[in-house]
């Protein structure tokens, strides 16, 4: 399923990823946003793959964060995804910018991120 | 490079319907702008951050209800700072609207976070300006500082 480039895969584990492929602003925000409010409805802990996406900006944040209080309110994990070294710096740049990381769990591998979600919401 | 030596003719200038879709625009220009001044791939970063949020202001709140246009012009002058000026010609700034629906109303906090300066004003007959001026070479680590 792929539309707008957010497409959306299941882990063996149950867990949904969303994986924001390019660049992700006002355009993409409301698709965004019922996305991951769907998953979270259906009790899916859901993990959002930021390593292939170029750019995003704080619609897109406050899809983001919309989706973890959802998430946490009904006992779910939700994390985001976020490379090392992503080519494009964009996305570690508006975490870091407005202080997220610490309230927001962001890992840096798939295999942690899925972890993480099905440890539940406080997990990082 | 004071906004009084600014040449008459911006380096770019771009005139789009006030769209979400067109906020990627504005910032691929941009990519072609940084690619003449070969930026660093950090400052383009802040850079296309900041008039992003400026770009999404003027498409959520300049003309509710009716379509106008959004305009940007970037002046690179002396090849030490950007300017770059997003504007509307919209029903004028209200800054509680601007700061209360999408974007966490972090929009205009990020702005003044990325520029060296920003000024924030009406427009003669109407509409908002939002000038914000970039350091080409900025001292990176003076910029996380500035963390919301």
Known sequence: MKASGISLERSETGVAVVVLEGDHDLSTAAALRSRLEGLI???????????????????????????????????????????????????????????????????????????????????? | MSDDLLPERPNLRLVLPARAENVAVVRQALNGV????????????DIKIAVSEA??????????????????DAWAGDGEELVVVVRDRGSGFTPAARTESAGLGLGLALIASLSKEVHIGS??????????????????????VTSL
Do not use: K, W
């Open chain 1, 41 to 124: 409805a259906e009790g899916v802990p859901v993990v959002v793959d930021l390593t292939p996406t170029t750019f995003i900006d704080s619609a897109i944040l406050d899809a983001l964060l919309s989706a973890l209080r959802r998430a946490r309110g009904q006992g779910l994990g939700f994390a985001a995804l976020i490379g090392e070294s992503p080519a494009e710096p964009a996305v570690r740049r508006i975490f870091e910018l407005t202080q997220l990381v610490p309230l927001f769990p962001v890992l840096s591998t798939r295999s942690a991120a899925l972890d993480a979600v099905l440890s539940g919401p406080e997990a990082r």
């Open chain 2, 123 to 144: 427009e003669p007959g109407g509409g908002t300006e939002v000038r914000m001026r970039f350091r080409l070479d900025p001292d990176r680590e003076d910029m996380e």
């Open chain 2, 34 to 45: 940084a690619e003449g001044l070969a930026l660093e791939a950090f400052t383009l970063t």
């Open chain 2, 55 to 72: 770009c999404t202001n003027v498409v959520l709140h300049a003309y509710p209800g009716r379509e106008g246009p959004l305009v940007v």
